[in-house]
């Protein structure tokens, strides 16, 4: 079989020079479908045909697909819903064209999902059958492994037929894998050889000529597989088993060849308009190679990847397949304040500060200073962020200023006389001359409101009795008379900081209206001799 330049064929007008019956096998036929005339037949490999209201969209090539993992593969640069093609009307029965691809090792083992091809008739007298097989090889034709064929010949599995004309018309065939069928079709690499193969074969022309090798299959009475226009985009990858026609055959003496081997006079000009659907067994939906910023690469779940910024390479695909480029950012100079748009490595290795990729100089600041606002509310000047931050400070942005910004006072518990509690600061709680329990407290905390028992003398964590558990209390009101906060391990449980700050009542202990070292050593003889649950030190 080969293939040469032929008179031009369109849907819209008649041949001007129609191709005959006696004609010599070796042409090939620009033809134009019109998208709209171009129909597609679904079929399940068992031939269980598919609803046209259930249209299959096959996943866009490098996007992932309906399920996520799946991949599409193809040499062609043809449309698939019509457009130009050149029929190869020199093809006989039991000649196979078919297209090998190489995919990434890691995508193995794999499940073929769809394959899909372009059958035309040009200029047909007659409406035209066209029996066929499809064929799936894991490696390439020649020596790969046969791993499924279905058919149209009622030998099997009973494919429809392609039936086109008569006229100029063409059909894509989509042969689709039902996920949920027993019988799947997987490629394992077995040979090594990283690629997997499609093909179709026809078994039955509409008209088939006694000597196909003298005379050509009428080609005003058949349907021919398809070539596209735009050149052999894979020399390696397209493939034809020809019928024996000895020396001066196509390829020679018959059988499996690729285009690069076939002789330049019978070697189609484009690639065969063909393409495949797979999805790799252990690809996990949501889980792929991850770009982070630093230009190295990490197998993450696309949500983690996106929630970071970096950049997700696909569900299924592998750190070693893909090519994540290094960022540049602005890096910094502690020692001359100036900055420099390095990669992250190369700021590392040249002592500098990084402040991340897409960051630049002149836009991003190398060493910010500003204001820094303290939990008390009050302000601290001229600081960085990294200091504010260790102050447990909010940071006011570049060149900020004390002056300028609002540091708001910080708020807390203000428990009421009836035991109602709010969040206010500790002036608005004095105020409402209600009592504030402290910076940070919530009313949310339970019991923080309930009024303390009543003042004892000596009883410095207001429980109700005098004892051993007042001590530590008291010993830190008479180191730190002046602070207005006690620590909430001195207090018992139910006790309020209105009980903290009445130490004029539970600390003079001494009787001289003071709460002073005087009243230590009177405070000591109670513990020692303790008065009855409920009596103070008097």
């Known amino acids: 079989m080969r293939f040469s330049a032929a008179v031009c064929l369109t849907a819209l007008m008649a041949c001007t020079a129609p191709v005959l019956a006696d004609e010599s096998r070796y042409e090939s036929i620009p033809v134009q479908i019109n998208p709209a005339e171009l129909p597609t037949m679904r079929v399940t490999i068992h031939g269980r045909g598919i609803p046209p209201t259930v249209e299959w969209i096959p996943p866009v090539e490098g996007q992932g697909g309906i399920a996520g993992c799946q991949n599409v593969v193809t040499h062609t640069n043809a449309n698939f819903s019509g457009g130009s093609y050149n029929a190869q009307a020199g093809f006989a029965e039991n000649e196979i064209a078919a297209v090998s691809y190489p995919i990434p090792a890691g ?21 035209t059958t066209t029996q066929y097989s499809v064929l799936f090889w894991d490696g390439v034709p020649n020596n790969g492994t046969l791993v499924a064929t279905f058919n149209s010949d009622n030998s099997g599995t009973e494919l429809p037929p392609i039936v086109l004309g008569p006229g100029t018309a063409g059909v894509n065939v989509q042969v689709l894998v039902d996920p949920n069928d027993p019988e799947q079709i997987f490629m394992f690499n077995n040979g090594g050889s990283n690629r997997f193969s499609c ?21 005003n009475r058949n349907a021919f597989p398809t070539t596209d226009i735009g050149g052999v985009a894979s020399l390696a990858n397209n493939w034809l088993f020809g019928i024996n026609c000895g020396t001066f055959g196509c390829p020679s003496n018959g059988g499996w060849a ?49 929630g970071l910024g970096d950049t997700y390479q696909g569900d299924g695909s592998q750190c070693f397949a893909v090519n994540c480029p290094a960022p540049v950012g602005a890096c910094c100079f502690q020692a001359t304040g100036g900055c420099l748009n390095l990669t992250q490595s190369n700021c590392g290795m040249a002592g500098g500060s990084w402040l991340g990729g897409g960051t630049a100089c002149g836009v991003d600041i190398c060493f910010p200073s500003g204001a820094c606002c303290l939990p008390d509310g009050s302000c601290l000047p001229n600081v960085s962020p990294g200091d504010c931050t260790g102050e447990g400070g909010n940071f006011q942005g570049h060149q900020s200023t004390c002056g300028g910004v609002n540091c708001p006072l910080p708020t807390g518990a203000c428990c009421f006389s009836t035991g109602f509690c709010l969040s206010l600061t500790l002036l608005d709680c004095s105020t409402a001359g209600a009592s504030w329990i402290g910076a940070g407290t919530s009313c949310s905390t339970p019991d923080i409101c309930t009024v303390a028992p009543e003042c004892l003398v000596g009883d410095a964590n207001c429980d109700g009795t005098v004892n051993n558990f007042d001590i530590d209390p008291f010993v830190a009101g008479i180191l730190d008379p002046g602070n207005p906060n006690a620590p909430a391990s001195y207090l018992a449980t139910g006790a309020t900081q209105q009980c903290w700050e009445d130490r004029a009542c539970w600390g003079d202990v001494s009787g001289d209206e003071n709460f002073n070292n005087f009243d230590i050593d009177p405070f000591v003889d109670c513990i020692i001799n303790p008065p009855p649950q409920g009596v103070g030190c008097n």
């Open 199 to 219: 093909g179709v074969r026809i078994n039955d022309h509409h008209v088939q000529t006694a000597n196909p090798c003298l005379t050509a299959p009428p080609s």
């Open 107 to 127: 995508d193995f083992p794999i499940r073929v999902d769809l394959f899909e091809f372009i059958f035309v008739t040009v200029n047909a007298i007659e409406q």
């Open 258 to 306: 690729t285009f690069q081997a076939l002789p330049s006079f019978c070697r189609p000009t484009g690639d065969w308009v063909m393409r495949a659907t797979y999805t790799p067994v252990n690809c996990q939906v949501g889980v792929g190679a991850c770009c982070l910023a630093n230009g190295s690469c990490e197998l993450r779940l696309v949500a983690e990847c996106d």
